[in-house]
C-alpha cells in the first residue's frame, strides 16, 4: 500500500458522485495514492429510493452493493488502480471529516446544472470543506473535458494565510500536473458618487489597485522561488472575488482557494463566496485548509 494518504471520495449513487469518484479516481493514480469509496448513511435513515441499491427493504445489503458499485466505476477508469469501498453508518460529512485526518485530498461531487443537491452535495460538501483536515475538492462541470488536456491551475489569493496555503498548494497541483499556473486577484471598492469629490472618491479605488498589484507581485515571486521553472503568469481583476474566480475558472483544469480569508475571501466556506464558487464553477474547486 502506497504510503501516500489516500485520495477518500463520497459516492451517493447520484450522477454527480459518479463523476466525483471517476476524477478521484485519476488523482489517485496521479498522486500514487490508492482510493477509497466511502459510501455513508445514518443508521436510521430511510428516505434512499427504493430504486437505488441502497435503498429498499434490504439496507445494509444494499448499502454495500453501492458502495461496491462506486469502486467498480474506479476501476473502469483507472484498472490498475488500489481501490477500497466501505460502507458507514453516521452522516455522510462526519464520515468523511473523519477520514480527513489520514487522506491527502477528500472529492464530494455537487449537484447537476450548478445546483448543488443529493446527499452529498450543498450542506454536506460545504460542511466538509469547513471542517476537514485535508484540501476538499468539489467536483463539477465536465470532468471528461479536463481527461489528459493540460489546462491551467487557478489560485485565488487575497494577502491572507489561508491564501498563501491554496498559493503553494496550487503550485504544486501544476508542477505535478506540467501545467501552468494562473493566480488571480480580485479587488474592489466601495467608493461611489455619494462622496463629495472625485478625487476623493479615486483615490480608494487607486489604492486598491495598487494594494492588488503589490499581492500578485508577492505572490508570483513566492511562486517562483519555491517552484523553479514552473510557468505562472496572473492577474488582478476589479471586480467581487466570486465572479472573478467563476470567470477565471473556465477553461481550468481545477480552481484553488483558502478556507480562510480576510476582505474578499473572509468566511469562505461558510459564506456567500463558498456558495457561489461551488454552485458555479465551471471545473472542480478545491478548498485548501
Known sequence: MSSVGPVV???????????AVRWAAREARRRSAHLEVV????????????SLPGGGDDAQAGARALADRGRGTALEVEPDLEVEATVEYTTPAATLVAAS???????????????VRGELGGS?????????????????????????????V????D???????ALLHAAEVAVARQASLRVVVAWWTRASAH?????????????????????????????????????????????YPAPALVRASEGAERLVVGSRGRGGFAALVLGSVSHALVRDAHCPVTIVR
Open 9 to 19: 471520495v463520497g459516492y451517493d449513487g447520484s450522477p454527480s458522485a459518479t463523476s
Open 39 to 50: 459510501f455513508a448513511r445514518d443508521a436510521h435513515d430511510s428516505h434512499l429510493e427504493p
Open 101 to 115: 485526518l489520514d487522506a491527502s485530498v477528500v472529492v464530494v461531487g455537487s449537484g447537476d446544472h450548478g445546483r
Open 124 to 152: 454536506v460538501a460545504l460542511a466538509v470543506a469547513a471542517h476537514a483536515h485535508c484540501p476538499v475538492v468539489v467536483v463539477h462541470g465536465d470532468v471528461e473535458a479536463l481527461r489528459d488536456v493540460n489546462l491551467p
Open 154 to 157: 487557478v489560485v485565488g489569493v
Open 159 to 165: 494577502g491572507s494565510a489561508a491564501s498563501t496555503d
Open 195 to 239: 462622496l463629495e469629490s472625485y478625487v476623493a472618491a479615486e483615490f480608494p479605488r487607486e489604492r486598491a489597485e495598487q494594494g492588488a498589484e503589490r499581492q500578485l507581485a508577492a505572490a508570483l515571486a513566492q511562486v517562483r522561488e519555491a517552484f523553479e521553472g514552473i510557468e505562472v503568469e496572473g492577474q488582478t481583476v476589479e471586480a
